[in-house]
């Protein structure tokens, strides 16, 4: 495992994903602790190529149901991925992904936030959603610290390699984001 220093890294920013992303993104999807909990992956490059293909294709039509962000710093680069979807015009869902080499350094949560914020722009959005393997207690730390409650957990919703995962499901309405932004 590789370290780093936590000061090697400036603030998040997310940007749309770009097809160029792919190599950046496939170090860590190739990665089977990366994907654990997830229904993909590991990934093969044509896989990650077309994962990221498809990604950068949701900003032809960035009034669409979903969009998906490169995370990336000034100093580190792509670190991660962050997408958006619209369930309903009122609720909307966020999902994020870090490179494995940067994990336990609060990135996840910059990213779940920096989502938050993009998502509670749009008036219309009452209800911002976020869900996690149970098991995942990395990701379901990332969904509180960014300001979400665990509200239950969703039973087989998502068939993996192992088995069918549960989802633990966390949500923030826009009263408490406004008043977790205002403090």
């Known amino acids: ?12 920013v997310l940007r749309p994903i770009e097809v160029a992303d792919a190599d950046r ?38 009034e669409g149901p979903r969009l998906v962000w490169a995370a990336a710093s000034s100093a580190l680069g792509v670190i991660g991925t962050g997408e958006l979807k619209r369930n309903t015009p009122s609720c909307a869902e966020i999902a994020y992904a870090v490179h494995v080499d940067y994990w336990g350094r609060g990135l996840g949560t910059e990213i779940a936030r920096l989502l938050l914020s993009i998502a509670f722009a749009d008036p219309a959005v009452e209800r911002v959603q976020g869900t996690c ?10 969904l509180r610290r960014a300001g979400l409650m665990f509200e239950g957990t969703l039973r087989h919703t998502v068939h993996l390699r192992d088995g069918w995962r549960d989802s633990a499901m966390h949500s923030i309405l826009r009263g408490g984001w406004t008043h977790q932004a205002n403090q």
């Open 1 to 12: 495992m590789t370290t780093h220093d936590d000061r090697d890294h400036s603030a998040v």
């Open 25 to 62: 993104v496939h170090e860590w999807a190739s990665q089977e602790r990366a994907c654990g909990f997830q229904p993909w992956g590991p990934n093969t490059r044509e896989e990650t190529g077309a994962f990221v293909a498809e990604a950068a294709r949701t900003w032809e039509r960035p």
């Open 133 to 142: 393997d149970p098991r995942n207690l990395a990701s379901a730390a990332v």
